[in-house]
Each structure stands twice: as structure tokens, then as C-alpha cells.
T-cell receptor, first 114, second 114 residues
Framework: SQKIEQNSEALNIQEGKTATLTCNYT??????LQWYRQDPGRGPVFLLL?????KEKRKERLKVTFDTTLKQSLFHITASQPADSATYLC?????????????FGKGTKLSVKP | DTGVSQDPRHKITKRGQNVTFRCDPI?????LYWYRQTLGQGPEFLTY????????KSRLLSDRFSAERPKGSFSTLEIQRTEQGDSAMYLC????????????FGPGTRLTVT
């Protein structure tokens, strides 16, 4: 069955540094991969989507890479700020992208210290 | 506010009781998803609708769970004969149909079964 792993449960970094979060998957070839942010007690908020034929996608201080050979996505936040502290979830479609149903990883809790 | 809304935000019930949750998606979105999230885990897919048709149900959705989306607008998720293991955050999300499937989540309904 499909499996998604976000390698770190928690990541602590200093303000201004670049945070790098990892998402690995097995037994699967997704059509796309998404990253969401979730704050405590709230629903996830969509951040970025990257398709299988895209290597990299950027949005402001965020960058996502997608390596279908390694079956891995990296999510970077540059010039991190305390306001970036949250849990970040990666999600894959599991039906070839036709219906939008997603499998989520457990998430990585990012803490940015001032 | 034109985002996804869910009601109630919190529900405490005794084991064996029935509960019903409501989700109002973004008005122009014809896809609607229900997820369940427990502490330290990512959201787990339960079921999804395209307009009023329920197109997929997870094996997590036992026969005690039922979901409806009459007229393709709001949706309800009912849990009958609740069990303590049903305690979780129930999230609703909506999206447009098409090749891009970012989902917009509601704030969730926190269910506690005592």
C-alpha cells in the first residue's frame, strides 16, 4: 500500500535560517504532491502544489522540489520567521489525480525561535 | 466569509449517542471531502462527493458512518452509536473539479466521546 513519511516529527531552527522539510513516499507514483500548513486547532491551509513533471515550484519564501526518481519532495522556507511556526503536511493524490483524494503524511512541526 | 464552514466546532457526546456534523463548502466548489484527524496524525480520507453523488468511501468509514450532500450544496456526516475511538477532529474540505486539486479546509469539528 502507499506510504508517506515526513522524516522529522519536529524541527527547531533559528529565525532567519532556511527550514528544509522532507517528504518521502513508497509504492506509489503520484500525479502531484501538495504541501499544507496547519496551526493548532485549525484546518490545513494549502500552500503549494507541484506536478510530477515539474522539478521545482516557488512562491514568495517557499520552494518545493519533487524528485520522482528518489520519490521525495523537499519543502524549503527561506528567511524563516517565528510566524512560520506550525505543522507542515505533505499530501499525495492516490488515484492518479483524477478525483483529488489525498493521502497525508503525519506532518512536521516547525518551531522558529527568535 | 466565503471559506468552508463547519458546525458545530466542538461536540461532546456520550458513548452510544448519535451525532451529526454539517459542512458548508465554498459556493462554487462542486467537490466536497470529509477527513478525520487524530492527535499527531495527518488527516485521513473518509469520503468524497462530486455534486450530490458520493463517489468514494474509505474502509475507515464503517457502517456507523453516513454522509450526505443533498442538492450538491452543504454536506452532513452522521456517526451512529458513537464509540470512544471516534474521538477526533472531523475536517471538511472543498475544491473545484479539474486538473488542479488544492483543497480548502474548514476549521473542523472536534468530537469527544466520553
Amino acid at each position: 500500500s502507499q506510504k508517506i513519511e515526513q522524516n522529522s516529527e519536529a524541527l527547531n531552527i533559528q529565525e532567519g535560517k532556511t527550514a528544509t522539510l522532507t517528504c518521502n513516499y513508497t509504492n506509489y507514483s503520484p500525479a502531484y504532491l501538495q504541501w499544507y500548513r496547519q496551526d493548532p486547532g485549525r484546518g490545513p491551509v494549502f500552500l503549494l502544489l507541484i506536478r510530477e513533471n515539474e522539478k521545482e515550484k516557488r512562491k514568495e519564501r517557499l520552494k518545493v522540489t519533487f524528485d520522482t526518481t528518489l520519490k521525495q519532495s523537499l519543502f524549503h522556507i527561506t528567511a524563516s520567521q517565528p510566524a512560520d511556526s506550525a505543522t507542515y503536511l505533505c499530501a499525495l493524490d492516490y488515484d492518479g489525480g483524477s478525483q483529488g483524494n489525498l493521502i497525508f503524511g503525519k506532518g512536521t512541526k516547525l518551531s522558529v525561535k527568535p | 466569509d466565503t471559506g468552508v464552514s463547519q458546525d458545530p466546532r466542538h461536540k461532546i457526546t456520550k458513548r452510544g449517542q448519535n451525532v451529526t456534523f454539517r459542512c458548508d463548502p465554498i459556493s462554487e466548489h462542486n467537490r466536497l471531502y470529509w477527513y478525520r484527524q487524530t492527535l499527531g496524525q495527518g488527516p485521513e480520507f473518509l469520503t468524497y462527493f462530486q455534486n450530490e453523488a458520493q463517489l468514494e468511501k474509505s474502509r475507515l468509514l464503517s457502517d456507523r458512518f453516513s454522509a450526505e450532500r443533498p442538492k450538491g450544496s452543504f454536506s452532513t456526516l452522521e456517526i451512529q452509536r458513537t464509540e470512544q475511538g471516534d474521538s477526533a477532529m472531523y475536517l471538511c474540505a472543498s475544491s473545484l473539479t479539474g486538473t488542479v486539486h488544492e483543497q480548502y479546509f474548514g476549521p473542523g469539528t472536534r468530537l469527544t466521546v466520553t
